[in-house]
């Protein structure tokens, strides 16, 4: 289509990957993403409920 722009995925080298080479995650992906505040809120409701002894 007009306007369109074609890009092509480069290997750490400059050198454009094949067709069947995957892509890897960056670098920090991995990362675990932080517990949810309402996660930790609901912890303590249930805590409130039976609390240790």
Do not use: C, F, H, T
């Amino acid at each position: 289509m007009p306007g369109e722009k074609a890009y092509r995925v480069l290997d750490g080298e400059g050198s454009p990957l094949d067709v069947d080479e995957p892509l890897s995650a960056p670098a920090g992906a991995e990362e675990p993403l932080p517990e949810a505040w309402w996660d930790v809120a609901w912890e303590s409701v249930l805590l409130a409920g039976d609390p240790p002894i």
